[in-house]
DNA sequence: CTTATGACCTGATAGC
DNA sequence: TGCTATCAGGTCATAA
């Protein structure tokens, strides 16, 4: 669901309510969202597919690797995830892959119920003023992964990230991959080169660089990657400003959907006019994702 | 090493 | 109404 717009709304609601409040508790309803520095095959890095390759009982997970009894002192982010820092040195880092969500109710405020009920509630904390954070995710392609230092998180949980998109540059774009013969787009999705552009704002960075997503990275001149980056860093900024793009699901901490879905050029526009020159929006799989594009704007040439 | 592909999950919606 | 197929904002392991 959340690419780094929505991550970044995410973190500012989230730092609004929790930074300088202590955790006074935590209940953990589905162990295998959480990957522990000490046991790491829980959480989004668990092991997945053949039943000969499940991972042992995991071990109970300490609520101090949960900020349990910390005060809270910041909220991160780099790309699409996030990290809540303890006064403790340690901090706890969450994807929320494709359905993930961060809430949070104050004292006497119930948390936002969803349609399913509490059944994905995954991991609950109870705050110091009496409110709540939950963890939710029902498809569970995220998690929680926790680590005993800043540095740990950057060093070992962070480390194969590429550079956060909001610093995009043709420099670096062309460095990690102007060689690859992959296809643009692929190239944009690929968190080791950018860190934080998803399906939703490859394209809409594609378009607004008049760059056609099949085009291979390795054809793409120096102009081109610098429109790409510009534009990475722009519609990234609009999309903060509006809260992120709602499509279904997607709200802030506090439970608010964002707006930036009705700014979209092509995004979910297949077969509907270009606003730049009225042709028909192509769409196709590119990368194993829905991609949409204007031949006329994006050449292939 | 690089690149492509299917797998991992559940819920919403469209079509019969 | 109820069933089934398809699709979804993201990674991840494995194979070529």
Redesign the pocket.
């Known amino acids: 669901?959340?690419?780094l717009p929505?991550v970044e709304t995410v973190r500012r609601t989230l730092a609004a309510e929790v930074v300088g409040r202590t955790f006074r508790g935590v209940t953990v309803r589905r162990r295998d969202v959480i990957a522990t520095e000490l046991d790491p095959a829980g959480g989004?890095?668990r092991?997945?597919?053949?039943a000969e390759?499940v991972t042992p009982r995991p071990a109970r997970v300490p609520k101090a690797a949960l900020l349990v009894g910390d005060r809270v002192v910041d909220v991160l982010r780099r790309?699409?995830?996030l990290a809540m820092v303890g006064a403790s040195g340690r901090a706890v880092a969450v994807?929320l892959?494709?359905?993930g969500q961060l809430l949070v109710a104050g004292a006497g405020e119930r948390l936002k119920e969803?349609?399913?009920g509490d059944?994905?509630d995954h991991v609950v904390w109870r705050l110091d003023d009496g409110g709540r954070l939950v963890f939710r995710d029902?498809?569970?392609?995220g998690g929680l992964k926790t680590s005993p230092s800043v540095e740990h998180l950057r060093n070992e949980r962070w480390s194969a990230l590429g550079p956060d998109a909001l610093e995009a540059t043709c420099e670096g774009l062309q460095e990690r991959a102007g060689?690859?013969?992959?296809?643009v787009k692929?190239v944009l999705?690929d968190?080791t080169v950018l860190a934080g552009?998803?399906?939703?704002y490859a394209d809409e960075a594609l378009f607004r660089a008049r760059v056609n997503p099949a085009r291979l990275?390795?054809e793409l001149d120096r102009e081109a990657w610098a429109r790409l980056a510009l534009h990475v860093r722009g519609v990234l900024v609009e999309a903060i400003r509006a809260g992120?793009?709602?499509?279904?699901?997607?709200t802030d901490a506090r439970g608010h959907a964002?707006t930036f879905k009705a700014s979209h050029a092509v995004y979910g526009r297949g077969g509907e006019p270009c606003l730049a020159c009225g042709a028909v929006l192509e769409s196709a799989l590119l990368?194993?994702?829905?991609t949409v594009w204007c031949h006329a704007c994006q050449p292939l040439r």
């Open positions: 669901m959340p690419e929505e989004f890095s092991v997945r597919g053949g390759l790309g699409k995830q994807h892959g494709m359905s969803a349609s399913w059944a994905h029902p498809r569970r392609f060689a690859s013969a992959r296809a692929a999705l968190q552009v998803g399906n939703i990275a390795r992120g793009s709602t499509l279904r699901d997607y964002g990368a194993q994702r829905t």
